[in-house]
């Protein structure tokens, strides 16, 4: 009896550790992702925030950032995990997923810049996730 009580009392302090896990990745891309595009436009590379950005370029600069970035992330939840570390990576690739396609949805209407950079961030979500776990196994 007494081993399901020690089961019973890590099972929350287990999700504890799993949320903050995938916390700590998502933070991560977004602060990074934020960090990255506040720079580039103050720099002036990019467009003042609200200004529609067209050029291919400066969206596969965003593409590639973001990209690194959410590998980075996986990686962090993956790392952090208490257990099962690429199923943790997948969730935060999943939750990237969901958050990258409404933000199409609202944002390709809007003509703020190419359509194919919101759906190449729905399309690398999952892929760059993947990739945070594999990198987390070596």
Same mark, same amino acid.
């Given at each position: ?5 020690? &089961? ?29 595009d506040q720079l580039l436009h103050s720099l002036d590379v990019y467009p ?62 809007? &003509? ?27």
């Open positions: 009896m007494p081993a399901k009580t020690a &089961d019973a009392s890590t099972a929350p302090r287990r999700l504890l550790r799993s949320t903050g896990a995938g916390l700590a990745g998502f933070l991560a891309v977004v602060v990074l992702s934020l960090g990255t003042p925030w609200g200004q529609p950005m067209h050029e291919p370029v400066l969206n596969l600069l965003a593409l590639a950032y973001r990209c690194v970035y959410g590998v980075l992330g996986s990686y962090l939840a993956a790392r952090f995990a208490p257990r099962n570390p690429m199923r943790h990576a997948l969730a935060l690739g999943v939750v990237g997923t969901v958050l990258s396609l409404a933000g199409a949805i609202a944002t390709i209407p809007m &003509d703020l810049g190419p359509a194919w950079y919101p759906i190449a961030l729905v399309v690398t979500a999952l892929p760059c996730a993947w990739l945070g776990g594999v990198v987390q196994r070596r």
